[in-house]
C-alpha cells in the first residue's frame, strides 16, 4: 500500500468535542447513545411515547403509533392518534403560562443593523394580530396560505400565525421566480399570498411584489394578495391588494389557538424532484414538532425554557441558524424546533458577506451566539475572504457549530475546525465540534447527526443515526449491503414521526418516489457509505436533484425554464463542480438553428432563466451541443454528459441510440478548455 500524505493522515483522524460538553450534557458519553440508540430503534413507540412529553397538548394522544392500514398511510402510519395540539401555542403561549412572558423569544437584525428583540408576550401579540388579520381575510383552518417573502421578521410572525388558525402555509423562497411562485399556489390552490413589496439586498431594494405583474391575475384561487410594505418604495398594484401591515394595526391581540388534530397538515413546502413539476412535500402538526423538538434537544444540548440546565433564563444559549426560511432548514431550525423549546433563536435578514465578510461572526459577538448552524458553501465563500473576518470578532461564547445541505469537504471542514472551532491538531484533536447533520425536506430534521458534545467527529461524515432511525445501505434488487467503504442506496427501514406523509394532491408521486423503489424501506435518493468503524458517509445524490449552493434544484425544472425560450429546441443539464457553490449548473443546449449558437445567446437564455426560475436558477455554463446522449427509451444519459463536461472518461456508450454525437460533444468541450469562476 502506499504511503498516506500528510492531508489523508489528518482527514483519517478522529476529532473530539471539548470535554467540559460532556459534563452537562443530556447523553453524556457514547456507550449511553449507544445504548438509547438499541433502545430506541426496539422500542420504538416508547421512545418516541416519552420525546411527545417534550410538548403540551390540548388533548392526550391514544396510540403513539397506528400502522400503515392501506395505501393513504404506507409505511409511514400515523403518529399520536387522536392528540390535539398547536404548534404556535407550544412555541409561544405555554412560555408564557409558565412565567417566561419577558424573556425574548426572537432576535431579529435586519440588513441595515436595525434590531428587533420579541419575547414571549411581545411576539406573541404580533402573532395574534396576524391571525386575526387572516382571519380577516376569510382564512380559515385547513385553507392554504403561500407566503413569498424576504427574511423579514413578518415571515416569522405570519407563519406562526398561519399554525395558530390552523391554515397551512406554503413558503416560497425568495430566490425563486414570481412564475414558481404561480405554480405553486396553483398546486396547492393558496387563498392568499403574502408578499412583501420588495427586498432588501446588499444595500439596495430590488423588485419583488412587481415580478408578479401580469402573473398573479392568472392563479384563480387567489381572493387576496397581503402587502408588507417593507421599504414603501412604489410598486404595481393590483385590485385585490391588502396592506397587509395596516390591516394588523386593526386587529385584536387575543386569538385563540386552533386545537389541531395531531395528523392534521402544518405546512406544504415544495421541494425539487425528478420532474420539472416540484412536490409538495407535506408535514404534520404532532410529528412534525416532536421529531424537530427531540432531534434539536439532544444533539444540540442547548439550554432552554423546557431545560435551562442551571443557566437562568435570561442567560439561555443563543441559537443562530443562518438558513432562509424559504427552505426547510429556516422552518425547522429557525422557528419551529428551537421555539417550542424554548431557545433564543435569531434570524438574519441578509447575506454574509455584506456589508463585509464577517457579518456572521459579527452577530455571534453582537447577541452572545453559542449555537451556531450554516452550510457548507457559506464555509466556503467565507474562507475565501481571509480568517481576519472571522478572527477580530468575540467568540468566546460559541460552544457547537454546524453544517447542513451538503457534504462539508476536508478543505472547509478543516478551515471551520481551525478558525471557527478553535481546533487543536496533533494526534487527539479537541475543539467545539461540527455538527454535521444530513437530513432532507422530507425527513422533518435531523436524521444522520453526531450529538455535539459526545459524538469523536470523521470530517465529511455525517456520523451515526439520530435516536429512533434506522438507517440501511441497499443494493440494486433491495439487499443489505454490509461492506464497508462500497457504494449503496441509502435508506430507513422504520417511519418517524417527523417524515412527511404525502405529497400535496398526488399521493401516488409519493408512494413512487420514496417508497416503491425498495418496498418497506423509505428511500432518500442519495448514495452512502459506511467505514470500518460504522460512520457513515453521504456520497450525494442518485437521481436528478442538483445542489447549488446548497439549494435543491431538479435538473427537469432547469430544463424546463430553459427550453421556454423559443429559440431552444432541447436542453439537458448536470450538476458540474464549483468551489464555493459545491456544484454549479452545466446546461447542454440545443437550438433550433445551431447557427444562432454565440455567447451573446449563452446571455440571453441566461437572462431568459433567470426571469422564468428566478436568480436561484442560473444555467452558470452554457454548452451548445447539436444534439444530447439518450438512451433508446428517450432518457438523457446524464452520466455521459458529466463525463463529457468534466474531461473523463465516458466509459460505455453501448446502451445509447445516438452513440455518434458524443464524439462532437467531446470536440465542442475541448474547445472551451479550462472553465475558471
Ligand atoms: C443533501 C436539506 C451530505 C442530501 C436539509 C439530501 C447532505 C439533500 C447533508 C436534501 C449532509 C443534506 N451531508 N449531504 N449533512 N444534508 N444533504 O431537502 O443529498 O434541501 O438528500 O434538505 O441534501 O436537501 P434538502
Not at 444595500?203 to 384563480?220: A, E, F, V, Y
Not at 461572526?361 to 480568517?387: N, Q, S
Not at 418517524?496 to 418497506?520: I, K, S
Amino acid at each position: 500500500m502506499s504511503e498516506l500524505t500528510e492531508t489523508e493522515k489528518e482527514k483519517a483522524k478522529k476529532y473530539y468535542p471539548l470535554p467540559a460538553l460532556a459534563e452537562k450534557a443530556r447523553i453524556q458519553n457514547m456507550d449511553a447513545y449507544f445504548e438509547k440508540w438499541k433502545y430506541s430503534v426496539e422500542n420504538f413507540e416508547e421512545f418516541w411515547a416519552e420525546e411527545a412529553k417534550m410538548i403540551d397538548w390540548f388533548t392526550p394522544y391514544q396510540k403513539v403509533w397506528q400502522p400503515p392500514q392501506g395505501e393513504q398511510d404506507e409505511f409511514v402510519g400515523k403518529w399520536f392518534v387522536g392528540g390535539k395540539l398547536n404548534v404556535t401555542y407550544n412555541c409561544l403561549d405555554r412560555w408564557i403560562e409558565k412565567g417566561y412572558g419577558d424573556e425574548t423569544a426572537l432576535i431579529w437584525m435586519g440588513e441595515d443593523d436595525s434590531v428587533k428583540k420579541f419575547t414571549y408576550k411581545s411576539l406573541t401579540d404580533e402573532v395574534n394580530k396576524a391571525a386575526n388579520a387572516l382571519k380577516s381575510l376569510g382564512v380559515k383552518k385547513g385553507d392554504r396560505v403561500c407566503l413569498w417573502l424576504p427574511m423579514i421578521e413578518n415571515l416569522a410572525i405570519v407563519m406562526l400565525a398561519c399554525a395558530r388558525i390552523g391554515a397551512i402555509h406554503s413558503i416560497v423562497f425568495g430566490g425563486f421566480s414570481a412564475e414558481s411562485v404561480k405554480d405553486r399556489i396553483d398546486d396547492s390552490e393558496c387563498t392568499i399570498l403574502v408578499v412583501a413589496d420588495e427586498v432588501r439586498r446588499a444595500g439596495k431594494n430590488r423588485p419583488m411584489k412587481d415580478n408578479l405583474k401580469g402573473i398573479i391575475d392568472t392563479c384563480d384561487s387567489i381572493e387576496h394578495v397581503a402587502v408588507i410594505k417593507l421599504t414603501g418604495g412604489d410598486v404595481y398594484e393590483y385590485e385585490k391588494d391588502v396592506d397587509f401591515l395596516a390591516l394588523m394595526e386593526e386587529q385584536s391581540t387575543t386569538c385563540e389557538s386552533e386545537p389541531m388534530d395531531a395528523e392534521d397538515p402544518l405546512f406544504i413546502l415544495y421541494t425539487s424532484g425528478t420532474t420539472g413539476k416540484p412536490k409538495g412535500v407535506v408535514h404534520t402538526t404532532a410529528g412534525y414538532l416532536v421529531f424537530g423538538v427531540s432531534t434539536n434537544y439532544y444533539v444540540w444540548d442547548y439550554s432552554c425554557l423546557l431545560d435551562l440546565k442551571g443557566d437562568t433564563p435570561a442567560n439561555r444559549d443563543v441559537w443562530y441558524c443562518t438558513a432562509d426560511i424559504g427552505w426547510i432548514t429556516g422552518h425547522t431550525q429557525i422557528i419551529y424546533s428551537p421555539m417550542a423549546l424554548g431557545a433564543v433563536t435569531i434570524m438574519y435578514e441578509g447575506v454574509p458577506t455584506w456589508p463585509h465578510g464577517g457579518r456572521f461572526w459579527e452577530i455571534c459577538e453582537k447577541f452572545g451566539v453559542t449555537h451556531f448552524y450554516t452550510a457548507p458553501t457559506a464555509i466556503r465563500a467565507l474562507m475565501k475572504l481571509g480568517d481576519e473576518n472571522v478572527t477580530k470578532w468575540n467568540l468566546e461564547k460559541l460552544k457547537m457549530i454546524g453544517t447542513v445541505g451538503e457534504v462539508c469537504n476536508w478543505p472547509e471542514w478543516k478551515w471551520y475546525w481551525d478558525v471557527v472551532g478553535k481546533g487543536s491538531s496533533g494526534e487527539k484533536p479537541i475543539g467545539r465540534p461540527i455538527v454535521d447533520s444530513y437530513w432532507q425536506t422530507e425527513t422533518g430534521s435531523y436524521m444522520m447527526v453526531n450529538l455535539g458534545a459526545v459524538t469523536p467527529m470523521k470530517p465529511g461524515s455525517c456520523t451515526f443515526p439520530y435516536l429512533g432511525i434506522n438507517p440501511v445501505l441497499l443494493d440494486e434488487a433491495g439487499s443489505k449491503v454490509e461492506t464497508p467503504n462500497t457504494q449503496a442506496y441509502f435508506a430507513y427501514d422504520k417511519p418517524w414521526p417527523g417524515l412527511m406523509r404525502t405529497v400535496w394532491g398526488d399521493h401516488e408521486r409519493f408512494v413512487n418516489t420514496y417508497l416503491a423503489q425498495f418496498p418497506g424501506h423509505y428511500f432518500t435518493g442519495d448514495y452512502a457509505q459506511i467505514d470500518d468503524e460504522g460512520y457513515y458517509f453521504i456520497l450525494g445524490r442518485s437521481d436528478d436533484v442538483i445542489k447549488v449552493s446548497g439549494h435543491r434544484l431538479g435538473s427537469a425544472e432547469v430544463e424546463a425554464a430553459i427550453n421556454s425560450h423559443p429559440k431552444v429546441a432541447e436542453s439537458a443539464v448536470i450538476p458540474y463542480p464549483h468551489p464555493v457553490k459545491g456544484s454549479t449548473i452545466f446546461a447542454y443546449i440545443t437550438l433550433m438553428n445551431d447557427e444562432d449558437a454565440s455567447d451573446e445567446m449563452k446571455k440571453v437564455i441566461q437572462k431568459h432563466v433567470r426571469s422564468v426560475a428566478g436568480p436561484a436558477v442560473y444555467p452558470e455554463i452554457i454548452m451548445f451541443a447539436t444534439a444530447v446522449p439518450k438512451t433508446r427509451s428517450g432518457k438523457i444519459m446524464r452520466r455521459i454528459l458529466k463525463a463529457v463536461a468534466e474531461q473523463k472518461d465516458i466509459g460505455n456508450t453501448m446502451t445509447l441510440a445516438n452513440p455518434e454525437v458524443v464524439e462532437g460533444l467531446i470536440t465542442r468541450r475541448q474547445m472551451m478548455g479550462e472553465i475558471q469562476f
